[in-house]
């Protein structure tokens, strides 16, 4: 895996006219992991874009060394075709392998011929990490990820989790939910609301 690290500097986000978050800083340096808390509606999600490159922040910087996948509840997958023809799409625009193996490791391989949109909220879920673990991403930002999983599906993806930082991965992780890995820093949004 190639050398990351992830960095934010007084990091601030708006909505309309309304600050979410401010003051907002965080490094992550290969093998971290940090856990984003708030209630809904304080930016979690917002902050993971940020973090993403995917939206401005009003005030602050970002730095990113590494590749980034996005997972969050819009997989990006195409809704009509086979989840075997959507992950084949972003294999394509990713430049990597076959995700047959991932989809084993995820139990969605005996879905590969099913349409994305007749898939459960799990099995999307599932079917996102696929094409995550496809990406060859050195740092994961994980909004959310174990909703709609059960028990079986979220011991794999804390597995997966666990070995992506051993292999020297970032992940962040914004969730309301406990996330049951070793030694991950914690980010209270809540502190940094207005």
């Not at 909703?147 to 992506?164: E, Q």
Request: glycine letters at 8%; a negative charge; one cysteine or more.
């Amino acid at each position: 895996m190639q050398d990351c690290s992830l960095s934010a500097n007084d990091i601030a986000c708006r909505r309309g006219d309304r600050v979410l978050f401010h003051g907002v800083n965080l490094s992550l340096q290969a093998g971290d992991a940090l856990h984003i808390t708030a209630a809904n509606g304080i930016g979690k999600s917002s902050l993971m874009r940020i973090l993403a490159g995917l939206l401005l922040p009003v005030a602050g910087t970002v730095s990113r060394e590494g590749a980034i996948g996005l997972l969050d509840e819009r997989p990006a997958l195409d809704l009509h075709a086979s989840l075997a023809d959507a992950l084949s799409f972003w294999g394509s625009v990713d430049q990597s392998s076959d995700a047959h193996e991932q989809a084993l490791l995820l139990g969605v391989e005996e879905l590969l011929d099913v349409p994305f949109r007749y898939l459960s909220t799990g099995q999307r879920k599932r079917a996102a990490f696929v094409r995550l673990l496809n990406q060859d991403a050195s740092i994961w930002l994980l909004d959310e990820p174990l909703n709609g999983l059960d028990r079986d599906a979220r011991d794999r993806i804390t597995s997966l989790i666990k070995l992506h930082r051993s292999a020297g991965g970032i992940c962040v992780i914004a969730s309301h939910l406990a996330i049951d890995l070793p030694d991950i820093a914690p980010l209270d949004l809540e502190e940094h609301a207005q």
